[in-house]
């Protein structure tokens, strides 16, 4: 006997050391390779250390002292109460919790989004059956190193948290179409509550999802009536009625077990969420249908969003209803599975908007309704003003590995037709447009919009790294060929930087003379990429040019993130807190420690313009701490502060009241923002005049690469300092900048 187990012990270790030679490791139920496993690894401490390394360094930005100051208030046990204008409360819920367990700092304001942004990076390992070995590494690789991701995963906004859920969906939504496994529904039952509990958004990736289905269904049905209709002897209006017909009767009903899974996804997701839509009905309380009647579904003013008077009535009712029709079409489709996903999505729903049922009546409501008629009412107000072409500039700016890749991964794909990489496409391109068209648009939605074109583009290069054949190439003709984009693009940088100052006629020449070898180089490479005998050359190109996009990448990640993170010369730096406050910062707390006063330092803060904030969260532990608002007709003096900060606009009336018990004041950026003049008036006619101007490409190819020309042009709202004696010499940063290039 004991032979016998030492015999099978032997066995064990024998085969354990064998699948470890041929590099194969099985996790759970993904089959991976220990190469792999290496490289998930790598990529998940290089991720995490990207977004934890000097966390809490950067200037708080306004919304991000909002969040993390009523994640405070609720560690400390003041309560929360949902609020739209700051989006959904589960951010600030995981916040204080981490608050209450780590304590308060900028560093643990951030924490839980850097945290939430490396499990992004990891998450295409479930994809892997979708996207392919080397398409899942790709990309997390590209997920990684995003500029827009990395930036946004040291940012308290809840946009990183959504593409995590987003992208958990569409994982959830393919497994359930390949398994019809309930399971799935169930986690995608969790994660669409988790969804409209972070961020309104999600009314956006729910209706994109939901047209993707529609689309399905709509496809499928016309190719079920062209295979059942003689075309021959069929008008085409006598086709459309056939198309209807089909697609709105069925002998089976809606039934889970007699209609497709892409259909009980679609059900599954509409009935979920079709309550959530309800104050949607508020477009039309100014239109003819309504306007006679004065009722107010989403009010303006107050308590923005939410139905006044009469229109409570209405918006009970049309919650009731909606209610009442998802309750019903999920009996009919499959009440089993059905209660069980209302169960999970409504009691996570429930639990986040009401702050763990401290909140109930308030919060239910909000949740319901104002969550979606407050941004109703603020669509009219087009916050930003950016124009619409602000995504086609910011996208290239940071994002132009996956967003080149993903145009010759669509090109390819819509004409080989397969259906998941058809869905990449669809989810790519659709996004894109929703969010251009959505009057909103600011730099933090850059990472919705790179979330899908990064996964298709990660699925093709892995696509085509598997088809390449390597034994084909010579070892001297692939370095080449990998080398080769590389000293491309360093040739054309030494003619811009050493001749684009060049006169004319030769500043006109060279870009033409440039633009027509690009012209045919491309055209030459697409040629060979239709022949078998070239393929692999053009693979490898393509391969050498991601390579050097990825390095030049990473450079772009780096800068934004450590060296300007708080520093308006990057487009995705969005009227951020200048860095002299936290400069100031440091001044209060060396004054309060030199005076005794500590905490109990006397400091007055001008509200005008919210410049309440980020001070709030800077002071939330001072105690003798006021907010008035300075002007000739308020501004009477105050003999004990020891530190006031008043708004520019203020300083006149402020200086005639402190100018004899105060250091002489300082100006100090409040807050600051990229000179937006800059890209406001681009037009195509604009383009394609630079195109022709050398000097343009220099200005470009400066800024692209090293955030050169604009410095000098920050914007920004300012405040003055005034502060009694003993209060520290201050080195102010802006300074320094606006000095720069």
């Not at 107010?296 to 049309?318: D, F, R, W, Y």
């Amino acid at each position: 006997m004991g032979i016998h187990r030492e015999s099978e012990y032997t066995g064990s270790v024998t085969n354990v050391l064998s699948r470890l030679i041929k590099h194969k490791l099985k996790i759970s139920q993904f089959d991976l390779s220990f190469a792999e496993v290496g490289a998930y690894f790598l990529l998940t401490l290089l991720a995490l250390a990207l977004r934890l390394f000097h966390l809490g360094s950067r200037a708080m930005h306004h919304d991000e002292s909002l969040h993390a100051f009523y994640s405070w208030q609720l560690s400390e046990g003041m309560g929360l109460i949902h609020n739209p204008m700051m989006h959904g409360p589960l951010q600030m819920e995981i916040t204080a919790g981490i608050f209450f367990l780590l304590g308060d700092s900028d560093f643990n304001a951030r924490v839980f989004y850097a945290v939430i942004g490396t499990v992004l990076v990891v998450m295409p390992i479930l994809f892997r059956s979708y996207l392919g070995k080397f398409g899942a590494i790709f990309t997390s690789s590209m997920l990684c190193i995003s500029p827009a991701m990395l930036y946004f995963s040291r940012f308290a906004r809840n946009d990183i948290i959504m593409a995590v859920f987003t992208f958990g969906l569409v994982i959830t939504l393919w497994n359930y179409l390949a398994t019809k496994n309930n399971k799935y529904l169930y986690i995608m039952s969790a994660l669409l509550a988790l969804c409209f509990g972070t961020k309104e958004t999600a009314f956006l990736v729910t209706g994109l999802l939901g047209l993707y289905l529609v689309i399905r269904f709509l496809h499928e049905t016309w190719k079920q009536t062209i295979e059942d209709t003689k075309l021959d002897f069929t008008t085409y209006p006598q086709l459309f009625v056939r198309l209807v017909k089909k697609a709105t009767s069925s002998g089976k009903g809606i039934s889970k077990s007699t209609i497709p899974a892409y259909l009980s996804a679609l059900i599954l997701l509409s009935t979920l969420t079709l309550p959530q839509w309800s104050a949607f009905a508020g477009i039309l309380q100014n239109s003819p249908l309504l306007s006679w009647s004065n009722l107010t579904l989403v009010g303006a003013t107050g308590n923005i969003g939410m139905p006044v008077g009469g229109g409570k009535v209405i918006a009970s009712v049309i919650v009731a209803g909606l209610l009442g029709v998802s309750f019903y079409v999920g009996f009919k489709w499959c009440w089993t599975v059905w209660w069980r996903c209302a169960v999970i999505f409504y009691s996570l729903w429930i639990l986040i908007y009401t702050t763990v049922l401290t909140n109930l009546g308030d919060g239910i409501r909000s949740g319901i309704w104002q969550s979606l008629g407050y941004w109703v009412v603020q669509q009219g107000e087009a916050r930003g003003a950016q124009p619409i072409h602000y995504y086609l500039m910011i996208t290239p700016l940071y994002e132009y590995l996956p967003f080149l890749v993903a145009i010759i991964a669509s090109i390819y794909y819509l004409r080989i037709r397969e259906k998941f990489s058809l869905f990449l496409v669809y989810w790519s391109i659709a996004t894109f447009v929703v969010y251009t068209m959505a009057s909103e648009k600011m730099p933090w939605l850059l990472v919705n919009i790179s979330l899908p074109i990064i996964v298709l583009s990660g699925r093709f290069l892995g696509r085509i790294i598997e088809c390449i054949k390597w034994n084909s190439i010579s070892r001297i003709g692939m370095i080449i060929t990998l080398l080769t984009p590389g000293l491309v693009a360093t040739l054309v940088w030494a003619v811009i930087e050493y001749w684009g100052n060049i006169g004319e006629p030769a500043s006109t020449a060279i870009p033409l003379a440039l633009i027509l070898l690009a012209g045919s180089g491309f055209y030459l490479t697409v040629k060979l990429s239709l022949k078998e005998t070239y393929r692999p050359h053009v693979i490898l190109l393509l391969i050498g040019s991601v390579a050097l996009l990825a390095a030049l990448t990473l450079r772009t990640s780096v800068t934004a993130s450590y060296v300007n993170s708080d520093i308006p010369v990057e487009m995705i730096v969005y009227t951020q807190t200048s860095p002299d406050l936290k400069t100031i910062m440091t001044g209060i707390k060396e004054m309060g420690d030199r005076t005794g006063d500590g905490r109990r330092l006397p400091i007055k803060i001008d509200q005008t313009s919210g410049f309440t904030w980020p001070w709030s969260w800077y002071l939330r532990h001072y105690e003798n701490v006021g907010y008035p608002t300075y002007n000739s007709e308020s501004n009477t003096g105050d003999p004990t502060a020891k530190v006031i900060l008043v708004h520019s606009k203020n300083h006149e009336a402020a200086d005639k009241a402190y100018s004899r018990d105060y250091l002489e004041p300082k100006r100090i950026p409040h807050r600051w923002w990229f000179p937006e003049y800059t890209y406001r008036n681009v037009s195509i006619v604009s383009v394609l005049g630079s195109l022709a101007d050398f000097g343009a490409w220099k200005r470009l190819a400066s800024y692209w690469l090293n955030r050169e020309g604009v410095a000098k042009n920050i914007g920004s709202e300012d405040s003055y300092l005034y502060a009694r004696e003993g209060f520290p010499q201050l080195k102010l940063l802006s300074e320094d900048v606006r000095s720069g290039p």
